[in-house]
Every structure is written in structure tokens, then in C-alpha cells.
């Protein structure tokens, strides 16, 4: 019943933009706190940005005034908006939603930053 669904991928130039959405269904959007990781091939899985319940949002250095998460609590979605878009942020980009002992992970996405 819980379900976390991304779109908005595909590929894009270099110094592009994407925007990315993750829909929540099955659970209390609002409780939870919302991330966004990435994974290349062959490298760990990143944390990129987090949107906490509070309103507190962080991100990773290797995007920060480049990326902005935002919620929408009326609408249960979670965007990653991505600009001047570099090849090194090629990936797939994951949704997640945790509360304390709770952890749900949406499909992912695949973002490719090409010439």
C-alpha cells in the first residue's frame, strides 16, 4: 500500500535543468521527512538533499546552489529541482521518506547529463 513513485528523468545537456517528482501514497505525507539520493554506476548511494518535516532543508555539497528540494504536503510530492546540470550528476535519483524506524524508497529514476 505504500508507494513512492519519481518522474521527471531523462536526459538533458550540460547546464540544463530537470525538475523531478515523487508522489507518496499510503502513509501521512506530512509526518515524514523526504530525501533524495542518487546512485551512479559503480558508487555508493548518495544523499543529495532532505527536506525535513520542520521545514529544514540540506543538501550535499556537490549541489548545493544548484539543487532545490521542495513539498508540496497538499499534493503528497516531493520535487528535486536541478539546474546548470554537470555530467557528473548523471545517476539514478531515489525518493525516500522516513520517520524514526519507518524508511520507504521509491523506484528510482534515471538522470543523464550528456553532450
Known amino acids: 500500500q505504500v508507494q513512492l513513485v519519481e518522474s521527471g528523468g531523462g536526459l538533458v545537456q550540460p547546464g540544463g535543468s530537470l525538475r523531478l517528482s515523487c508522489a507518496e501514497s499510503g502513509f501521512t505525507f506530512s509526518s515524514y521527512n523526504m530525501g533524495w539520493y542518487r546512485q551512479a554506476p559503480g558508487k555508493e548511494r548518495e544523499l543529495v538533499a532532505t527536506a525535513y518535516t520542520g521545514g529544514t532543508t540540506n543538501y550535499a555539497d556537490s549541489v548545493k546552489d544548484r539543487f532545490t528540494i521542495s513539498r508540496d504536503n497538499a499534493k503528497n510530492t516531493v520535487y528535486l529541482q536541478m539546474d546548470s546540470l554537470k555530467p557528473e550528476d548523471t545517476a539514478v535519483y531515489y525518493c525516500?521518506?522516513?520517520?524514526?524506524?519507518?524508511?520507504?524508497w521509491g523506484q528510482g529514476t534515471q538522470v543523464t547529463v550528456s553532450s
Open positions: 525516500k521518506a522516513w520517520l524514526s524506524w519507518r524508511n520507504y
